[in-house]
């Protein structure tokens, strides 16, 4: 097999390839990583503009700064909050489940701290108990769609891919249109092997003015899934150097071609885009 392409931004690694794969062409089961946009509480990153890239040195600066803060005050719900992130940007989540666990003992009833928690867990592949953490970070009468999208990412990873798709249906609700949701929606239908369904789902997200570009490439994966590498690389490029678009869509070439899927995928007629209802 050949080495993956390194870029952070790379196709391969916008949703949990392996996963999709497996569930998408080859019908095994799976509780891969996490899904690339589930959307982030209103005290952390809001994915519904699209946000300067940081770099791993950015955010292992990002490290420095707010655990230095945090050592002097580990009290502050603020500075925890931004701590947990930048641990979870540098890949250590488990450090980043134990400040937020930590602030949250403190804060029990807060919403946001919760749904930061509740999306660290996962993040550290904990789903079980990221559901329950999630499930208390709002109340019925007062639903957020930030977690009800959360707890649809968690539910994927279980492999309940119909309770999934019924809670981005009830973010989609509160937030019509919203691209991280419906980004998701889309990633979910590909893990249930509807990957028709969802190209048309993507395409929807990609339509929105507000979709991130990290939502593009979700699209190019699930139209490489079919077999449709030309189309895939096209919207690879949107975002990427050519030379990693073409990496990313010969790597996933590669691998269909190594499961035999590439002939029974067949190559579908492209779904048009729409845009805003």
Request: positive net charge.
């Amino acid at each position: 097999m050949s080495r993956r392409p390194r870029s952070p931004h790379r196709l391969l690694t916008s949703v949990a390839l392996a996963g999709v794969l497996a569930l998408a062409t080859a019908g095994c089961s799976t509780t891969g990583g996490p899904l690339l946009l589930r959307a982030t509480g209103s005290a952390e990153r809001v994915a519904t503009t699209p946000a300067v890239a940081r770099s791993e040195a950015d955010w292992r600066r990002e490290v420095d700064t707010w655990g230095a803060r945090y050592r002097a005050d580990p009290s502050d719900r603020t500075t925890a909050m931004a701590y947990a992130k930048a641990l979870s940007a540098t890949e250590r989540r488990a450090e980043a489940v134990s400040v937020l666990e930590q602030i949250s003992l403190r804060n029990p009833k807060d919403p946001a701290l919760l749904g930061a928690y509740g999306r660290a867990l996962a993040d550290a592949g904990r789903f079980e108990q990221a559901l329950d953490v999630l499930g208390r970070a709002h109340s019925p009468d007062r639903p957020d769609w930030r977690i009800l999208s959360a707890q649809g990412a968690v539910l994927d990873q279980l492999g309940r891919h119909k309770d999934a798709q019924a809670y981005y249906a009830s973010a989609l609700k509160i937030a019509p249109g919203e691209p991280t949701v419906l980004s998701n929606l889309g990633l979910s239908y590909a893990l249930a092997k509807d990957l028709r369904r969802a190209e048309a789902t993507l395409r929807e997200a990609v339509g929105r003015p507000d979709a991130d570009p990290r939502v593009r490439q979700n699209l190019a994966l699930v139209v490489g899934l079919q077999g449709r590498f030309t189309d895939a690389e096209d919207l690879a490029r949107a975002d990427l150097p050519a030379d990693e678009a073409s990496a990313n869509v010969a790597y996933l070439r590669e691998m269909l071609a190594e499961k035999g899927d590439i002939k029974r995928l067949g190559r579908p007629a492209p779904i048009a885009a729409r845009g805003r209802s």
